[in-house]
């Protein structure tokens, strides 16, 4: 047996496991992918039987042990463990107490099921850690063995080439954020001074901010109730009434939020009936697709993000992606200061310097290997949260479309003031307390003090969906290294502090 275990790693690390017996070479070779540096060992019934680690093999080699010689031979300690239902407290207290730098929590019967580490126990658990997978670092010293520590080189080649398989979209470019590829977006539409642009009031601000830059005016139009995403019927009735004014927007950005994709089909029949493009905010959605499309495939333009928040990350970075040469072959100069063809240095427009490092490419590269496995793991998490919750009276969830299907990037908490008596913030303070962090849902762009006086457009005549969300979500850890044991102690906690009123 050589496998990362399925429960999933702690806070941000896998559990890597071998059977007893193995040798140590194949320690060796497991040690090599494992983050933290510490095998798990376990006997043929799953039971946890010792640790190694770099130390325990370097003392055993000295020692006279060989490669070929079985693995518990080498010298060590007995592995420090906690019970996978100890609470937060306890386990930092133990990890004081055995000075040791991970844990090994079991369940009931003794077997392994995740590492706690120093600096997890130490942070508590995040919402939405990076996940580094075992070949990132590989990219990454490709990068400097060849030195090319620079916006361009062959990581960033290999990357966009990548991307734009996962994505469906023919041409992609690697910029340095999200937030700069719906600028560059934008530019290449022409956005410019004057003009309106739609777009998702329930955001983060990121998707306002270039119609801004742009000298634009944002309308803000609402959510739908069911996937929380801005309202096709809100477009409808607004693209109508513009059309009447002679004022149509110039560009509808389509924001997929919280990883759920958005109604596209009926906003983009819409547009073409006005012949206005889309571009997709698809900053929290990568691996999501609509039917059986992937999310951000569908506009003419989709913006992607790589921040360390997100499914995927680059550190920082984003990507532009269309199935149009023209469009990125333009972005792909303003990208770069928007130089002109010619020997010399000669510049027309107004351009940028937004092209993505090729260090950072090659974590890209290798996070990208992992997508689908991030994915399915977010994925687990939510439906691991709806069927420890469903149960409470007065809570739900963002739901998934027909024919879409979501990268759950974070699972979000609704709960309805008519069954539960305690707002969300109350909730947050009471899991902070227990180590665990949380966070408000978007605040909707309209109640922003930036968008004071930008026309809002409700989902209908009688209801506002946006700010109703707002007052009533809370998003919670989601982590793809959320494990299962981790993740069983939020929820405990969450049915707690609610029935508790
Ligand atoms: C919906 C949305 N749009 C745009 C962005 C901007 O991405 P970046 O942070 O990479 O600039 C983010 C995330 O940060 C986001 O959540």
Not at 399 to 407: E, I, K, V
């Amino acid at each position: 047996m050589n496998r990362t275990n399925d429960a999933g790693p702690s806070g941000l690390r896998s559990l890597h496991l071998l059977s007893a017996d193995a040798t140590v070479r194949d320690a060796v070779a497991a040690l090599e992918a494992a983050s933290p540096k510490l095998i798990v060992i376990v006997a043929g019934d799953g039971r946890l039987i010792r640790t190694v680690t770099d130390g325990d093999i370097r003392r055993g080699l000295l020692a006279g042990i060989e490669f070929q010689d079985g693995v518990t031979e080498l010298p060590g300690r007995d592995p420090v463990t906690v019970k996978e239902s100890d609470p937060l407290e306890e386990s930092q207290t133990t990890l004081l107490e055995s000075k040791v730098d991970t844990l090994v929590a079991v369940n009931e019967s003794g077997e392994p099921v995740a590492l706690h580490t120093a600096s997890d126990l130490g942070q508590g658990v995040l919402l939405s850690p990076p996940h580094m997978g075992p070949n990132e670092r590989r990219y990454v010293d490709r990068a400097f063995d060849e030195n090319w520590i620079a916006p361009a080189g062959p990581n960033l080649a290999e990357f966009e080439k990548k991307l734009s398989a996962v994505t469906c979209c023919d041409e992609v470019l690697a910029v340095s954020s999200g937030t700069a590829a719906l600028h560059l977006a934008l530019r290449v539409l022409g956005v410019s001074a004057g003009d309106r642009v739609y777009v998702s009031d329930l955001t983060f601000v990121a998707s306002v901010q270039p119609i801004l830059y742009q000298g634009a005016t944002p309308v803000l139009i609402d959510s739908e109730p069911v996937g929380w995403n801005i309202s096709p019927i809100a477009i409808r009735r607004k693209l109508t009434e513009d059309a009447k004014a002679g004022q149509l927007p110039k560009a509808i950005i389509v924001v997929h939020i919280y990883g759920q994709n958005a109604d596209i089909e009926p906003i983009l029949a819409a547009a073409d009936e006005y012949g206005v493009p889309v571009v997709e905010d698809a900053a929290e959605s990568l691996g999501a697709s609509y039917h059986n499309r992937a999310s951000g495939s569908h506009g003419r333009l989709s913006a992607y993000s790589f921040n360390g928040n997100k499914i995927i990350t680059t550190s920082g970075g984003g990507a532009l992606a269309t199935d149009s040469p023209a469009l990125i072959d333009r972005a792909r100069k303003l990208s770069t200061q928007g130089r002109d063809d010619a020997l010399h240095y000669q510049h027309s427009d107004v351009a940028y310097n937004y092209r993505m490092s090729n260090v950072l490419a090659g974590i890209g590269i290798g996070q990208l290997d992992s997508l689908q496995d991030r994915v399915a793991a977010r994925r687990k998490v939510f439906e691991r949260y709806r069927s420890g919750l469903e149960a409470q009276r007065g809570i739900s969830f963002q739901a998934d479309l027909p024919g879409a299907s979501g990268n759950r990037w974070l699972t979000v908490i609704r709960l309805d003031p008519r069954h539960i008596h305690l707002h969300p913030y109350q909730l947050m303070a009471r899991l902070k307390d227990a180590g665990i962090e949380t966070r408000p849902g978007w605040k909707p762009m309209h109640l922003q003090p930036l968008c004071a006086g930008f026309e809002f457009v409700p989902h209908d005549e009688q209801r506002v969906i946006s700010s109703t969300l707002f007052l009533q979500t809370l998003c919670l850890p989601s982590g793809s290294s959320l494990a299962q044991a981790t993740q069983n102690r939020i929820i405990t906690q969450i049915r707690k502090v609610l029935d508790e009123g």
